[in-house]
């Protein structure tokens, strides 16, 4: 059975960081990319960051994050991460993790959400 279970999220204010990881178990986390998405009220869960599974992984990001957020794995861990920088309120969501390689072949992701982790950006 596959979990993900992800955690780090809170109530930050504007400008500032936060760290979440995604703790994966029941399938070969090295075998697999990895992705975070997010869901804010009222709106469609859309997809933030996603890293490939080579030795050299290779990124990618929506264009509202980048350059603000960046996407990491550890292998050893079985763990994916995403830190995120200069938050800004319209960052407030859901944030989930899930395998990225349905997104690298054009596919919907697997359902395989965990609970998600609350990011609020407030003053």
């Known amino acids: 059975q596959v979990q993900l279970v992800e955690s780090g999220g809170g109530l930050v204010q504007p400008g500032g960081s936060l760290r979440l990881s995604c703790v994966v178990s029941g399938l070969t986390f090295r075998n697999y990319a990895w992705s975070w998405y997010r869901q804010a009220p009222g709106s469609e869960r859309e997809l933030v960051a996603a890293?490939?599974?080579?030795?050299?992984?290779?990124?990618n990001y929506a264009l509202s994050v980048k350059d603000r957020f960046t996407i990491s794995r550890d292998n050893a861990k079985n763990t994916v991460y995403l830190q995120m920088n200069n938050l800004k309120p319209e960052d407030t969501a859901v944030y989930y993790c899930n395998e990225a390689d349905s997104y690298y072949s054009g596919h919907p992701p697997r359902d395989y959400w965990g609970q998600g982790t609350q990011v609020t950006v407030s003053s």
């Open positions: 890293i490939t599974m080579a030795s050299e992984p290779m990124t």
